[in-house]
């Protein structure tokens, strides 16, 4: 797999070559602030049978109600099989809604129930506030560079995944449950 980040290998931005201890470094403080980041969440997710998948799937159906199982899909790379496995469970705990298409009737959508929504809401807000302070200790021009460094690491189509997700839309009002359907097959 060719790495975006590739072409311009020891190059910092700075003008001047990334050395080995820098490179080391970062990587370590990636490390260590992925595992601070996904602290919160996942003591909320191992109480109730959780993963970080299930809290992946909740954030994505979250940010844009109505998202196909096949946009899901190509959104977290992972397999059908996978996301079958936990949108059945997060169907069967009332979680997410999958209604029949709108446009499409072979297509499901994906919708959170108000319990979802809570769920995805109680995950993401001790994140939200860890990123948002140190957005704030960071200062702007911080902030521009560490998105950067994030698109320059990403491979050529994850870059384009990333660039092309839709807007956020406001959350849509949940639907019945007597129009829930099983995950698409």
Known sequence: ?????????????????????????????????????????????????????????????????????TALLAVLGVTKQSLNRVLRALIEDGLVDSRIGSRDRRERQLYLTDKGAALERRLSQAQRARVRAAYHAAGPQAVEGFRLVLEAMMDAEMLDRF?????PHPPAAPPSMASRTEAAE
Request: aromatic share 8%.
């Open 163 to 167: 660039r092309t997700l839709p807007p």
């Open 1 to 69: 797999m060719q790495h975006h980040a590739a072409r311009n290998a020891t190059d910092t931005g700075c003008g001047s070559a990334a050395s080995d201890e820098q490179v080391r470094r970062g990587i370590e403080a990636m490390y260590f602030a992925y595992r601070a980041f996904t602290s919160d969440p996942d003591l909320i997710l191992d109480q109730i049978g959780y993963g970080r998948a299930h809290h992946r799937t909740l954030h994505f159906i979250n940010r844009d109600p109505g998202l196909t199982v």
